[in-house]
C-alpha cells in the first residue's frame, strides 16, 4: 500500500518576527486569525502587507501567524519573477544571501535585507508516522499527483516534529503544474535518499 | 542511453485562422515573423491581440504563424485563472466544447465560441525518430525534466511528422515548477502506453 497524504497548495505568504510586526503594524498589535491551517496552531491572519522591489510590488501579501523568529517571504516562481526576484529555492528558515524587500504595513515599513525564498516542496509528518514510514527528518522523497494531468515531484523534503500534521506543501506555480485540488491526495514515493548525499 | 529532446517552454499564444485574422487586421494584411520557431515554418509574429472575457483581459498576445485552419488560443492555467476561464487539458486542434472569448485586434474584434485550451505537454518528433524510438504518433511516454527543481511528467503527448524537430513542450506554470530553462535537454522516459488505454 502506498503512503498518501493530504495535499495543501500554498499561496504566497509572509511569516513576521514580532519585531518586524510592530514596526509595520505598531507596538502591542496583534495578528487576527481568520483561517486555521493544517499544522497545529499555524493560521492565516486577517492582517496583510504590501512587498516593494525597484522592479515592482505585491499588494495584500497575507500574514501566516504566528510570529516566527525570522520574517520571511515565501513567493512562487511567477511572483518573484513579476517584481523583478529570482530567490532560490529554499527549506524554510534558511534564508542566507536570498533577495530583501520593503515591506510596507498601516504603521510604517521594514526593509529586509534577505528573506525571500521559493519554498522547497515539502512533507510534514508527525514523528509516530515518520518512525512508521521509516523515513528521517530531512529525507528527500518523491509524491505523485494526480490532478488534471499528472506529475511525479522529486526532492521532496520530508520534516518531522511531534506536532506535525502528515501534509504536503507545494506552490501555486506546482499546483498549475499538476492542476491539483488543495487537499487532493498524493501518493508518496518512499526513497529515503539523505538530503546532500 | 535515456533518450534526450530539447524543452522549449510556450508562453500564451493564440494561432489564427486566415478569416479571422483578416477581421482583426483588415483584408490582405500579412503577419511579419519575428523569430523563427524550434519546428520548421512556425513563428511568432509582431502581431499581437487583445482577448477580452467578461471577467478580465490578457493584452498583447502574441501570435504564431502561419495562419491555421482554426483559431486556437493556449493559455497556462495561471492566464487563464485571471480572466476568469477554465479551459480543459486539450490536444491541440480538439477544441469542442472549450472556452470561447472575444478577440480585439487593430481593426476589428472577434468573437469565438471555443477555442481555449490548456495545450497537452507534448513531445514533436520527426517520422525516423519515432522509428528509432519505437514510439508512435499519440502514444504518451514520461519525461524527466530537472530544472532547478526536478518533476517527471507524466502523460505527455507524442506528435510524429516527417517534417517535425524534436522538441518537448510544456507551458510556462510547468515550467515554473521544474524552474527549468528554454532549451535544456530533457530525459525521455519511454513507456509505450497508448492514449486512452
Redesign the interface.
Known amino acids: 500500500m502506498p503512503y498518501k497524504v493530504k495535499l495543501g497548495i500554498s499561496a504566497r505568504h509572509i511569516h513576521l518576527s514580532q519585531d518586524d510586526f510592530e514596526k509595520l503594524f505598531g507596538v502591542g498589535a496583534v495578528l487576527h486569525p481568520v483561517k486555521a491551517l493544517g499544522q497545529p496552531g499555524q493560521y492565516a491572519s486577517e492582517e496583510r502587507v504590501d512587498i516593494l522591489t525597484p522592479k515592482g510590488a505585491i499588494h495584500g501579501l497575507r500574514i501566516l501567524g504566528p510570529v516566527r523568529k525570522q520574517t520571511q517571504i515565501e513567493l ?3 511572483d518573484a519573477r513579476k517584481i523583478g526576484l529570482n530567490p532560490p ?1 529554499r527549506d524554510s528558515g534558511d534564508l542566507a544571501g536570498t533577495p530583501g524587500v520593503t515591506i510596507a504595513g498601516p504603521q510604517g515599513q521594514v526593509a529586509i535585507s534577505e528573506g525571500v525564498i ?1 519554498a ?2 515539502h512533507i510534514h509528518l508527525d514523528t509516530a508516522t515518520a518512525a512508521e514510514l521509516k523515513v528521517k527528518d530531512k529525507a528527500l522523497v ?1 509524491a505523485c499527483i494526480k490532478g ?8 521532496v523534503l520530508i520534516r518531522v516534529r511531534d506536532d506535525f500534521m502528515p501534509e504536503m506543501h507545494i506552490d ?3 499546483g ?4 491539483a485540488e488543495n487537499e487532493e491526495m498524493v501518493e508518496v514515493i518512499l526513497n529515503s535518499e539523505k538530503k546532500g548525499d
Request: charged share 35%; hydrophobic share 40%; with cysteine.
Open positions: 512562487a516562481p511567477a529555492v521559493i522547497s516542496r518523491k488534471k494531468r499528472c506529475v511525479v515531484f522529486e526532492d501555486t506555480d506546482e498549475n503544474a499538476c492542476l
